[in-house]
């Protein structure tokens, strides 16, 4: 079910920074867990993070963004941020945003009922 809307992704050179947004209208992301989730052409659809205000010890992230990728989140906005620095070409990608109404942050993207329709991020020089 479509209900998340994402922005801000492109075209970055590698190193270079972007930041996607996602948010919606329908419900206040604040008592939801957030998971960013990515697709490479002919690959299969990675976790990349999740962030869960109501259980913050189930946060997860991909051990290949770790220290460059991180989530933030504007409650005033309803608004949740995945912040991509050192980017790097195989972070090529179209990249979704879930949310999940149990609040848990859970690797398996079936868990979650709320999705975005992606982004396209594009790595290249």
């Known amino acids: 079910q479509v209900q998340l809307v994402e922005s801000g992704g492109g075209l970055v050179q590698p190193g270079g920074s972007l930041r996607l947004s996602c948010t919606t209208s329908?419900?206040?992301?604040?008592?939801?867990?957030v998971a960013w989730f990515r697709r490479a052409p002919g690959q299969e659809r990675e976790g990349v993070l999740c962030?869960?205000?109501?259980?913050?010890?189930?946060?997860w992230r991909h051990d290949s963004v770790a220290g460059r990728f991180t989530i933030s989140r504007d409650n005033a906005k309803n608004t949740v941020y995945l912040v991509m620095n050192n980017l790097k070409p195989e972070d090529t990608a179209v990249y979704y945003c879930?949310?999940?109404?149990?609040?848990?942050?859970?690797?398996?993207?079936?868990?979650?009922?709320?999705w975005g329709q992606g982004t396209q991020v594009t790595v290249s020089s």
């Open positions: 879930a949310a999940a109404s149990g609040g848990v942050c859970v690797v398996d993207p079936v868990y979650y009922d709320n």
């Open positions: 329908k419900f206040t992301l604040d008592n939801y867990a």
């Open positions: 962030n869960s205000t109501r259980s913050a010890a189930t946060s």
